[in-house]
């Protein structure tokens, strides 16, 4: 059984950073993605940014240049650093890993709000 849990999630004023983390518990061997997806009310859930097996990284244009997707192994957690946030980067944050031979696991979302 995998578990994913997020925190890092909050208010902040535009301009502003915060640091979401993806804790990963459970036994798992390969991974074919390991990444974070958003979702604002009445819009479909999107990519933010992903670490893909034998592909590099991966980021919506629209967080270019702002955000970093890190792994820590030795933690076994995925970070989400994001700077200069925006008000539209305003969503809920789900952590999502594709496991071989299992499919996607995800985590029960954090929210994140912009605004001044």
């Known amino acids: 059984q995998v578990q994913l849990v997020e925190s890092g999630g909050g208010l902040v004023q535009p301009g502003g950073s915060l640091r979401l983390s993806c804790a990963a518990s459970g036994r798992f061997l390969q991974t074919l993605r390991m990444g974070w997806y958003r979702q604002a009310p009445g819009s479909p859930r999107e990519l933010v940014a992903a670490?893909?097996?034998?592909?590099?990284?991966r980021y919506a244009d629209s967080v270019k240049g702002r955000f970093t997707i890190s792994r820590n192994n030795p933690r076994n957690t995925l970070d989400l650093q994001m700077n200069s946030l925006k008000p539209e980067d305003t969503a809920v944050y789900y952590c999502?890993?594709?496991?071989?031979?299992?499919?996607?696991?995800w985590g029960q979302g954090t929210q994140v709000t912009v605004s001044s």
């Open positions: 999502n890993i594709n496991i071989v031979g299992y499919g996607d696991y």
């Open positions: 670490i893909i097996r034998d592909n590099g990284v």
